[in-house]
């Protein structure tokens, strides 16, 4: 995977080229989430989950030497995917976003 340093002051960090870039094909407000590495799932370490707002849809994606390998539905959520969290055993978990309980 490359790197570069962006104009402008960013304390030293550098960024990551990306892996994958969806042209709105996989969804339209894609919310970024965290890669596996917990126990319960052995066989999805390594696999980065994220999903979109809009359809509800969850995705894996798999890389191998910073270059894309693969990418594979996990299926639906219950509602808007707002965000993700991990939990210090590496488990996912997923935020959703429920609308209907707003006051309008």
């Not at 340093?5 to 894609?30: R, T």
């Amino acid at each position: 995977m490359e790197t570069f340093q962006p104009a402008g002051n960013h304390n030293g960090g550098c960024i990551d080229n990306s892996v994958f870039a969806d042209p709105h094909g996989l969804g339209f407000s894609i919310t970024g989430g965290y890669v596996y590495h917990g126990k319960q799932s052995p066989s999805f370490d390594g696999v980065y989950v994220f999903g979109d707002f809009n359809t509800r849809l969850l995705w894996g994606l798999k890389q191998k030497d910073g270059k894309l390998e693969s990418i594979f539905s996990l299926g639906a959520a219950p509602n808007g995917i707002a965000s993700f969290g991990v939990d210090q055993q590496g488990e996912i978990y997923l935020v959703t976003y429920k609308g209907d309980d707003l006051p309008r």
